[in-house]
């Protein structure tokens, strides 16, 4: 904004002198010194002092236009004070309203007479100490146009920016002068007068450091990355240093991203800094060419997913918005905003791996090479709308105009065109960036249409015809992108019917293949499209999608930081991220039904066993996927080598602790935290009665189904007996005993020492059936696939395990609480049909069936069948959730005062000896 100048103005042509570029310069005084220099100038001369000369050729050049004998005949000064801007400062305090600097404190001055006060007397400056301006010889740095490097923010003193080159522009139509103060200096140019503030964090391969750049307003980006690397690398090439920025961009287009971008300066070479909306960039060096750079990871082309959105070339040498629909180790293959899919295209994703071939270059970051026109939109623009009932293959065009721009909650949208929909990327619409605005448009050369609220459909319909579209949706795109002509111009086209189909026994008119619109019956209680015998997935899901712990971490972007992308045990984020978007649609309240594709490919590309259409397993699709999220979320980046053998004779507590410290070193996610607990295997040897203890990790519990004929239900207490009682190995699962040292039918014994707060109980109906169990009571082989049907009677309100943990404490939150049953229906695991029972999250009053894309009202009891097939119960206490992190193994070792973290030593077994190694030929011994 302009500030008004005082009595006096130094004209532009006094300060310009050309260079040939129209890029001139100027210093800012305060007012004061320049007004005493003049007095003390013009006495100077009169006496006929050494150097008079040279003062008066100054004074000439700094005093032309300026009414000096009206200004200061007043006044005398023979010297010039040191603290000139101190009554100034005291003037200020006085007066609380002002701040900073303004055109009548300053004046601009050419370089030329700067350097003259500067050499002769000293100018004013900063004092980072104190803030307070004292003389200063130091010559400014001439080499740099446009950069000024400020390190210590907190103590500058913002009325006295004075040594710093002032850029001078001419003015225009198209500065912006709401934007900055300035200074006119006549002859329609203007001086800034402050430079734009931008903080920086310094990176390199050794440390990070942190400052403020002071930027000339009227600089362009491409200058300031010219002139950045003057200031911090001058003795590096420029290839050695780049500046990230972050765009402003909400949600960010890609999901691995910390939201900065690297700056390309081509595409900014004509983006002055004061139309830059950026408060902060990172300034990131290399030692060399040869080395990499220390965010080589954060680049887009190494973080990109299924599902981001960026800038893609096509073979014509146009920028479209587009989107990954897939991702190989050289290239990934997009699909252009608006355009239908048989244009897709197989980028690469670094220049190095660009062929002459494609003439491709890697893909850029959303709106560097396009333009995001939805973003200015406004009533009576014409942009290019898709013909409701043209087809996929041959989608038709026509121009619209602009009637209304809703960007709040959205409205129903009826009659629109049936999209293409793409596997990889979920089979639900595609909007840039998940927004949700709209747009009323109206188009004159449509045919035929179905506007909003319509019922009669035999009824004629008359153009023009006003409906509304997702403003970033692939319905609409800007003039020129299909056709070429006067949009003014009526194209004569044959019209098309709109084809109608139902879901659910409802009229569904251009609905999304997998996505039904609307509100569901609760919260999280919809159907899910059933994408060719995957039952068993939507039945586990059903369940996991009222799991708080899951819901509570996935649901939240900070999931993203513990995102372990190099863990080769993982996805490389893909199911996490998957994961986390599909509970964005379950918890949307957008939909009645959603379509688990894209989640269903990235646990396939996990586990090729589910990379098809066949039927599987509920139970094991749960434990791959709980994999799945916890490898890829998995905070230890560099799993250590661990030593599961506990050596020495160790209580039971001690062992188990030992393992649990070793076990959390390789593992450490909010798998570990909520859903896996410890089992204790015990083996004795039948000849010379040697035993053995081992603790191991589980993330759920498979229960045998004992065999009781006669009865109508079976308690699942009797499972739980069952699951702890002894067994004898047979002969082909033999035990080494290191005793005897030969292998032996050993009797094995499990029982449980800590359980989770999420508890998964997988009834086992399959393969070890009872036909099998009676064979082993008798010695004898035998095997009956066939499904177990009884019907196990397990708790809905409480389910008290008291009596089978043993970790010290453990029977004080030894309660849960069933809240998902997923269930089956058929005679073997490979067919039938799955299932799911599930208390709604949020509402804990209320049970709802699932049935794929079918929801109805139900009860926990209802589920208490003989297709009950895997239970999921929450920990509680007193009737309310209850949490206790590694199935209270971090309670029972803080309250020992043991550091989790820190490894008990098993060297000491716990009569105080040490183990030592054998030396050869001899056993090991203790001391």
Request: proline share 5%; hydrophobic share 35%; glycine share 6%.
């Amino acid at each position: 904004m302009q500030s008004q100048s005082a009595s006096f103005i130094v004209k532009a042509s006094e300060l310009l002198v050309s260079n040939g570029e129209g890029v001139e310069y100027a210093f800012l005084l305060p007012r004061g010194y320049v007004e005493h220099w003049i007095v003390w100038a013009k006495r100077c001369i009169g006496k006929n002092v050494t150097d008079a000369a040279k003062v008066n050729t100054q004074l000439t050049t700094v005093s032309k236009e300026v009414q000096i004998e009206r200004l200061f005949e007043r006044r005398e000064i023979s010297t010039i004070p040191n603290n000139l801007h101190t009554n100034k400062s005291k003037r200020q305090e006085n007066n609380p309203t002002k701040r900073g600097l303004s055109a009548r404190d300053v004046i601009a001055v050419p370089e030329t007479f700067y350097e003259f006060l500067r050499s002769s007397h000293g100018v004013l400056c900063k004092n980072n100490c104190g803030g307070i301006a004292n003389v200063s010889y130091q010559a400014h740095a001439n080499d740099l146009s446009d950069v000024f490097l400020e390190h210590n923010t907190d103590t500058v003193n913002a009325d006295l920016p004075i040594e710093f080159r002032r850029k001078i522009v001419l003015f225009s139509k198209s500065f912006d002068k709401e934007s900055i103060d300035y200074i006119p200096l006549g002859d329609n140019y203007v001086c800034e007068l402050y430079p734009t503030k931008i903080k920086y964090e310094l990176i390199d391969a050794k440390s990070s450091r942190e400052g403020t750049l002071q930027v000339s307003n009227f600089a362009t980006v491409q200058q300031l990355c010219a002139d950045t690397c003057k200031v911090f690398a001058p003795d590096l090439s420029s290839s050695c240093i780049r500046i990230w920025y972050k765009p402003n961009i909400t949600p960010s287009p890609t999901k691995l991203t910390d939201g900065y971008e690297v700056v390309e300066a081509d595409v900014f070479a004509k983006t002055l800094l004061y139309e830059w909306d950026v408060n902060k960039v990172l300034i990131e060096i290399r030692p060399s060419v040869n080395q990499s750079w220390p965010r080589e990871r954060e680049e887009l082309v190494n973080r990109l997913q299924i599902g981001d959105f960026v800038d893609a070339r096509d073979n014509t040498g146009k920028w479209y918005e587009a989107v990954v629909q897939e991702l190989e180790s050289d290239r990934i293959k997009v699909h252009y905003l608006g355009w239908a899919s048989k244009w897709d295209s197989y980028i690469p994703i670094n220049y190095s791996s660009s062929s002459p071939k494609s003439r491709l270059p890697p893909p850029q970051p959303l709106w560097t090479r396009t333009n995001n026109w939805r973003e200015n939109i406004q009533i009576g623009d014409i942009a290019e709308i898709r013909e409701a009932s043209s087809s996929i293959r041959k989608p038709k065009w026509f121009y619209g105009k602009i009637l209304k721009v809703n960007k709040g909650d959205p409205f129903e949208v009826n009659g629109g065109a049936d999209l293409e929909l793409n596997d990889k990327i979920g089979k639900k619409p595609l909007l840039l960036l998940n927004r949700r605005s709209q747009v009323l448009v109206e188009i004159s050369d449509e045919r035929n249409n179905v506007p909003n609220g319509i019922t009669n459909f035999d009824a004629e319909i008359i153009p023009p015809f006003r409906r509304w579209v997702n403003l970033y949706g692939e319905e609409i795109c800007p003039m020129n992108t299909h056709r070429k002509d006067d949009y003014k111009s009526k194209a004569n086209r044959k019209p098309a019917m709109i084809q109608y189909g139902h879901v659910n026994g409802a009229l569904a008119v251009g609905s999304q293949r997998g996505f039904v619109r609307g509100k569901p019956v609760a919260p999280g209680s919809l159907g899910m499209t059933n994408l060719g015998n995957s039952c068993y997935m939507n039945a586990s899901l059903q369940c996991l999608n009222h799991c708080r712990p899951l819901i509570d971490y996935f649901m939240q972007e900070d999931f993203k930081k513990d995102l372990n992308l190099s863990n080769p045990l993982g996805s490389g984020g893909r199911v996490a991220n998957a994961f986390s978007a599909f509970l964005g649609d379950v918890w949307s309240n957008d939909y009645t039904v959603v379509s688990p594709s894209l989640l269903k490919h990235s646990i396939g590309l996990f586990a090729p066993q589910f990379n098809n259409s066949q039927q599987h397993d509920a139970q094991e699709l749960c434990a791959v996927l709980l994999d799945a999220l916890h490898e890829d979320t998995n905070k230890i980046l560099e799993k250590p080598y661990v030593d599961m053998d506990i050596k020495g004779k160790h209580s039971e507590e001690r062992r188990a602790m030992i393992t649990w410290q070793r076990h959390i070193k390789r593992h450490n996610s909010v798998i570990v935290d909520h859903f896996q607990g410890m089992q204790k295997s015990h083996l004795r040897c039948i000849k010379c009665s040697h035993e053995s203890v081992k603790f191991d990790v589980f993330s759920s519990l498979s229960l045998p189904l004992p065999p009781m004929l006669g009865k109508s239900k079976v308690p699942l207490s009797s499972c739980f007996d069952e699951f702890i009682s002894s067994e004898q190995l047979d002969t082909e699962n033999a035990w080494f005993c290191p005793k005897c040292s030969t292998h032996v039918r050993a009797k094995k014994r499990l029982s449980l020492w800590s359980t989770p707060d999420i508890l998964i109980l997988h009834l086992k109906r399959f393969g070890s059936s009872r036909v099998d169990f009676i064979s082993k009571k008798k010695g004898k082989k035998g095997m009956n696939t066939s499904k177990i049907t009884d019907v196990i009677d397990f708790p809905v309100d409480k389910l008290d395990l008291g009596k089978y943990t043993n970790l010290p404490g453990s029977k004080d939150y030894s309660c849960y609480k069933l809240f998902g049953v997923a269930e089956h229906q058929g005679k073997s695991v490979n067919s039938g049909h799955y299932t799911a029972t599930v208390l709604n999250c949020k509402n804990e009053r209320q049970w709802y069936r699932y049935n794929d894309a079918n929801v109805g009202v139900s009860t926990g009891d209802t589920a208490i069948n003989s297709g009950a097939y895997v239970l999921f119960y929450e920990r509680i206490s007193n009737g309310r959730r209850d949490v206790k992190r590694w199935a209270g193994m971090e309670d029972y070792m803080l309250k020992l005062n043991i550091d989790p973290y820190v490894e008990e030593s098993d060297e000491i077994d716990d009569d105080g000896f040490v183990m030592v190694q054998a030396t050869k030929g001899k056993k090991k011994s203790r001391k």
